[in-house]
């Protein structure tokens, strides 16, 4: 099994920078992919990116490309999401998802296995 922790949630104002951190633990050495998720409030969960943590291949969903950044740490078993540039739409729930599949840049939900408990990030106009 493998745990996942979010942490660096808060609220923040339009146009600010958030960082957000996942630490996975327990068999991390199965885990493959990892990904970011969001689910604001009456909407589906929506993917936002993905890395592949053997050689940090990163990519995003589209409608966020270029305002978030996604990378990881090995070492510490933590994958970060930057957002820069935020706007109260990305007022959301992100989660931290992980999976040991490792056929190509898994984006759906289905497609991830563990899941971390979220945590709530709100912007401000």
């Known amino acids: 099994q493998v745990q996942l922790v979010e942490s660096g949630g808060g609220l923040v104002q339009a146009g600010d920078s958030l960082r957000l951190s996942c630490a996975a633990s327990?068999?991390?050495?199965?885990?493959?992919?990892m990904g970011w998720f969001r689910q604001a409030p009456g909407k589906e969960r929506e993917f936002v990116s993905g890395?592949?943590?053997?050689?940090?291949?990163?990519y995003y969903s589209d409608s966020l490309r270029g305002r978030f950044i996604i990378s990881r740490d090995n070492a510490k078993n933590t994958v970060y999401l930057q957002m820069d540039s935020m706007k109260p739409e990305d007022t959301a729930v992100y989660y931290c998802?992980?999976?040991?599949?490792?056929?190509?840049?898994?984006?759906?939900?289905?497609?991830?296995?563990?899941w971390g408990q979220g945590t709530q990030v709100t912007v401000s106009s």
């Open positions: 890395i592949r943590r053997s050689d940090g291949y990163a």
């Open positions: 998802a992980a999976t040991p599949t490792i056929w190509g840049r898994p984006r759906r939900v289905q497609d991830f296995d563990y």
């Open positions: 327990g068999r991390t050495f199965s885990i493959y992919y």
